[in-house]
Structures are given as structure tokens and as C-alpha cells.
């Protein structure tokens, strides 16, 4: 019991030593072999840190926020001995410096290229600390700081949980201010006007909204709209899209997801009806993080295992982002279950055609030899990634901040609108 006790004022000690002038690091996204990772560097020594293991292609001096490319070599020797990863291949990263106290470092997301890069910063003397202990205002992009509201707080922790440089792009946004610095204009913008309100009332004014009301609601509740559409991508930056394989028995849904894969995860035989269970895997797209899914042929069928498969396959497919719908030359087309899901029409085993086919906006496949395979994961691509925002654009990235913005769009009252924006900003007072 005491050891649990020490232990938690230990940490509690720790951090407030950090928080004072320590140099410190610290993985801010996930990991994984496809992703880009982030890793924060802070304090009154990070330049110096940083610039003990890194070497930018170009000789220019580094200015604020610009994106510089180059090697990281690890620290550079001391007393003429090598350092503990002199003798290790140099690693291709980006950093970006934030102001002289704020740097961040990109780099593959394998644990590999993550724990060399940790290993090296602790070598010259910068301190490792888990991404909910930083001590410092991850938010503040220049030297005059900022307080870290609950938006950036939000952002930083949906951060650490992408797993693709799509993903975590949207979630730096927020980290870097998107949403907070939207919020925090239209919120002046409210309160100078409720001051106003207040003033016409005191003089006796009917309480109505003249041209000279510095708020226009017809802008705000506009762009309340324009970001609350890019809802459903932001509540879900963690989660991979789900693509469900649909079809009969047969058309090679399997030998597909093989191929889209690169390697068998699928069983895909000869034998209808061999998946009777929904089976996932997972990749990546073109920077998106996906969960593909394997279901039970669609037939008629009266064994009630069959029964079972096909039902679950059904509910996948209600369910998804987006259904890969499944047909060969010599099968008959099935009812669409999905008519509210977005989907693409795949012609699989496409060798199999006697006559031209017609023009239609099917991809025709050959999963075998994976024909047609690279034209189908552009169309995966382009229909998933054409909800996801502009780059610096605000997102809501969880329920409570949707809920915010619909609250907006209730009230057209400067008071309310401010109260709303500042819970938005800080959660509720």
C-alpha cells in the first residue's frame, strides 16, 4: 500500500520538477509500419539536443515552423569516443521547429526508428516522459505561449492514438490551434457583441440587432455547418474505415482481400460457400487506416450455420463505410441489402467475359493474377478520403465537441453563443 502511495507522490514530484525548466520527450502518435511518427521536443535546451543528432540537407538557418529534411545521425562524439549509435545507419526524418523551445521530430513509425531516436535525445541529456505528463503547452507554435485549453488537450490525446500520417494530420490541425483559434475568434466576436447588447438595453433600446452588431449569425452558423460536416471523420481519426466484401458464394471476395493485402489472409478455395464466418484484416490505403472485411457468401441455404454466416455478413455490410459489391461473369446479381452505404461494383474473375462487356462503371478484377487490383484501391481511396478536410481546417474530434457546435446552431443570442463557445473551448464552467 505505501509502495503504491510513494510511487504516485514520486510521480506527482516528477512532474512538478519537469513543469519548472526541464528539457524533456516524448512520443506524441501511435505506432505502426505504415504510420509517420511525432515525437515532441521541449525546453530550454531542445535546439541544442536536437541539433546534436540531426543534419539538414540544406545549410540555411532554420526559421520558425518550417519543414526541414535531413539525416539523423544520433549525438555526435564527446571526448573523442563514439557514441552508443555512432556506428548505426543514419535514419531519413523531418523537423520542424516551433520556436527555439518547441521542436518536433517526424520519423518512421516503427518502434525501431521510435526508440533509437528516444535513445539518442536521452543520450544528450533530454528526458523521456509519457505524452500525458509533457509539461509544456504542446499548443504553443511561437515563443509567446499560449494556455493549453481543453480543444489542444483533446487533440493531443486523439493524436497519440492515429496510426497513419492521413490520420494524424488532422488531429496536428487541432493540436496546433485549428479548432481553438476558431473558436476563440468567433468567441471575442460574441462577447464585444452581448457588451453591446447590454449597452443598448442600459440606453433604453428595444434589445433588437442592428448592421452595427459586430456578430453576422448567418457566418457563424454557416461555419458551424461547413465543420460539423467533417464530423464523422473526426470523432473516428483512431478508427480504421470498414470495407466489408459482399457477394455470392464463390466470386472470389477471399482471393480479393489476398490480394489487396499482398499476402493470404483470407481462405479462398474452389469450394462455395467456404467462409461462413466474417473475418478481418487490417492496412492501409493510401494513407488511410482500413479494416477489411470477409463475409459469408449471400444464398439461399438451409443449413443453419450458413444461415448464421449469411446473417452476420448482412449486418456487416449495414454497417460499413463502404461495401465492395462482389460479381463474376457466371453469377447472377443479389438484391442490395446496403442501399444506404456507399459502394463500388467489382466484376471479379473478369477473364471469364465471352463478349465485351458494357460500358458501366464496374472495375473489373482478376484476383489471381491481381489485375485491376491497383485501379480498385484508388477507387477504395477516392471514395473514403473524399469526406476528409483541407489541411488547418477545424474538426470536431469527439462527442462533446459536436455537441457544442450543434448547441450553436440553436441560439442566435450573443450571451449563449459565448457561454458555448467558451464550454467548447474549456468544457463546462
Same mark, same amino acid.
Given at each position: 500500500?505505501?509502495?503504491?502511495?510513494? $510511487?504516485?507522490?514520486?510521480?506527482?514530484?516528477?512532474?512538478?520538477?519537469?513543469?519548472?525548466?526541464? @528539457?524533456?520527450?516524448?512520443?506524441?502518435?501511435?505506432?505502426?509500419?505504415?504510420?509517420?511518427?511525432?515525437?515532441?521536443?521541449?525546453?530550454?535546451?531542445? &535546439?541544442?539536443?536536437?541539433?546534436?543528432?540531426? @543534419?539538414?540537407?540544406?545549410?540555411?538557418?532554420?526559421?520558425?515552423?518550417?519543414?526541414?529534411?535531413?539525416?539523423?545521425?544520433?549525438?555526435?562524439?564527446?571526448?573523442? *569516443?563514439?557514441?552508443?549509435?555512432?556506428?548505426?545507419? $543514419?535514419?531519413?526524418?523531418?523537423?520542424?521547429?516551433?520556436? /527555439?523551445?518547441?521542436?518536433?521530430?517526424?520519423?518512421?513509425?516503427?518502434?525501431?526508428?521510435?526508440?533509437?531516436?528516444?535513445?539518442?535525445?536521452?543520450?544528450?541529456?533530454?528526458?523521456?516522459?509519457?505524452?500525458?505528463?509533457?509539461?509544456?503547452?504542446?499548443?504553443?507554435?511561437?515563443?509567446?505561449?499560449?494556455?493549453?485549453?481543453?480543444? !489542444?488537450?483533446?487533440? #493531443?490525446?486523439?493524436?497519440?492514438?492515429?496510426?497513419?500520417?492521413? #490520420? %494524424?494530420?488532422? %488531429?496536428?490541425?487541432?493540436?496546433?490551434?485549428?479548432?481553438?483559434?476558431?473558436?476563440?475568434?468567433?468567441?471575442?466576436?460574441?462577447?464585444?457583441?452581448?457588451?453591446?447588447?447590454?449597452?443598448?438595453?442600459?440606453?433604453?433600446?428595444?434589445?433588437?440587432?442592428?448592421?452595427?452588431?459586430?456578430?453576422?449569425?448567418?457566418?457563424?452558423?454557416?461555419?458551424?455547418?461547413?465543420?460539423?460536416?467533417? =464530423?464523422?471523420?473526426? !470523432?473516428?481519426?483512431?478508427?480504421?474505415? &470498414?470495407?466489408?466484401?459482399?457477394?455470392?458464394?464463390?466470386?472470389?471476395?477471399?482471393?480479393?482481400?489476398? =490480394?489487396?493485402?499482398?499476402?493470404?489472409?483470407?481462405? %479462398?478455395?474452389?469450394?462455395?460457400?467456404?467462409?461462413?464466418?466474417?473475418?478481418?484484416?487490417? +492496412?492501409?490505403?493510401?494513407?488511410?487506416?482500413?479494416?477489411?472485411?470477409?463475409?459469408?457468401?449471400?444464398?439461399?441455404?438451409?443449413? $443453419?450455420?450458413?444461415? /448464421?454466416?449469411?446473417?452476420?455478413?448482412?449486418?456487416? =455490410? $449495414?454497417?460499413?463505410?463502404?461495401?465492395?459489391?462482389?460479381? #463474376?461473369?457466371?453469377?447472377?446479381?443479389?438484391?442490395?441489402? @446496403?442501399?444506404?452505404?456507399?459502394?463500388?461494383?467489382?466484376?471479379?474473375?473478369?477473364?471469364?467475359?465471352?463478349?465485351?462487356?458494357?460500358?458501366?462503371?464496374?472495375?473489373? #478484377?482478376?484476383?489471381?493474377?491481381?489485375?485491376?487490383?491497383?485501379?480498385?484501391?484508388?477507387?477504395?481511396?477516392? &471514395?473514403?478520403?473524399?469526406?476528409?478536410?483541407?489541411?488547418?481546417?477545424? !474538426?470536431?474530434? *469527439?462527442?462533446?465537441?459536436?455537441?457544442?457546435?450543434?448547441?450553436?446552431?440553436?441560439?442566435? /443570442?450573443?450571451?449563449?453563443?459565448?457561454? +458555448?463557445?467558451?464550454?467548447?473551448?474549456?468544457?463546462?464552467?
Amino acid at each position: 500500500m505505501s509502495s503504491k502511495k510513494n $510511487s504516485n507522490e514520486d510521480k506527482a514530484n516528477s512532474r512538478k520538477t519537469l513543469a519548472s525548466d526541464s @528539457t524533456v520527450c516524448t512520443q506524441f502518435t501511435g505506432s505502426g509500419r505504415s504510420a509517420i511518427a511525432v515525437i515532441g521536443v521541449a525546453g530550454p535546451d531542445a &535546439r541544442c539536443g536536437v541539433m546534436q543528432c540531426f @543534419t539538414a540537407a540544406s545549410s540555411r538557418e532554420m526559421k520558425p515552423h518550417e519543414i526541414r529534411y535531413g539525416d539523423w545521425h544520433g549525438p555526435k562524439n564527446r571526448s573523442g *569516443n563514439p557514441s552508443a549509435t555512432a556506428s548505426i545507419a $543514419s535514419e531519413s526524418i523531418v523537423v520542424i521547429l516551433r520556436h /527555439e523551445a518547441l521542436w518536433e521530430i517526424h520519423c518512421h513509425g516503427g518502434s525501431a526508428a521510435i526508440d533509437r531516436i528516444m535513445l539518442d535525445l536521452n543520450e544528450v541529456g533530454i528526458t523521456s516522459v509519457d505524452h500525458q505528463d509533457w509539461p509544456y503547452p504542446w499548443f504553443a507554435a511561437t515563443a509567446d505561449s499560449k494556455p493549453e485549453s481543453r480543444l !489542444v488537450r483533446e487533440a #493531443t490525446e486523439v493524436l497519440t492514438h492515429c496510426q497513419t500520417v492521413r #490520420t %494524424a494530420a488532422v %488531429a496536428m490541425d487541432q493540436v496546433r490551434g485549428a479548432m481553438h483559434d476558431w473558436a476563440s475568434r468567433w468567441l471575442n466576436v460574441a462577447d464585444r457583441s452581448a457588451i453591446l447588447r447590454a449597452a443598448d438595453k442600459s440606453a433604453g433600446d428595444d434589445g433588437t440587432q442592428d448592421e452595427g452588431t459586430p456578430l453576422d449569425i448567418d457566418d457563424l452558423h454557416r461555419e458551424v455547418q461547413a465543420i460539423l460536416a467533417y =464530423a464523422a471523420i473526426g !470523432v473516428r481519426l483512431t478508427a480504421p474505415f &470498414r470495407v466489408v466484401l459482399s457477394g455470392r458464394p464463390n466470386v472470389g471476395k477471399s482471393s480479393l482481400i489476398n =490480394a489487396i493485402l499482398g499476402y493470404d489472409r483470407s481462405i %479462398a478455395t474452389a469450394m462455395a460457400g467456404t467462409t461462413r464466418d466474417v473475418l478481418h484484416a487490417e +492496412t492501409v490505403i493510401d494513407g488511410l487506416p482500413i479494416r477489411l472485411t470477409d463475409t459469408a457468401g449471400i444464398h439461399d441455404s438451409g443449413e $443453419s450455420i450458413e444461415r /448464421e454466416g449469411i446473417s452476420r455478413a448482412m449486418r456487416e =455490410a $449495414s454497417a460499413a463505410d463502404l461495401v465492395l459489391a462482389i460479381q #463474376t461473369p457466371d453469377t447472377p446479381a443479389i438484391a442490395d441489402p @446496403t442501399s444506404q452505404v456507399p459502394r463500388i461494383d467489382v466484376l471479379n474473375k473478369s477473364d471469364l467475359l465471352t463478349t465485351p462487356p458494357p460500358e458501366t462503371d464496374w472495375i473489373q #478484377t482478376i484476383a489471381t493474377t491481381g489485375e485491376g487490383i491497383d485501379r480498385l484501391l484508388s477507387e477504395i481511396a477516392n &471514395r473514403l478520403a473524399g469526406t476528409f478536410p483541407p489541411a488547418k481546417s477545424p !474538426v470536431p474530434l *469527439n462527442e462533446r465537441q459536436v455537441r457544442c457546435l450543434e448547441s450553436l446552431l440553436d441560439t442566435s /443570442e450573443p450571451m449563449r453563443l459565448a457561454a +458555448t463557445l467558451k464550454e467548447l473551448l474549456d468544457g463546462p464552467s
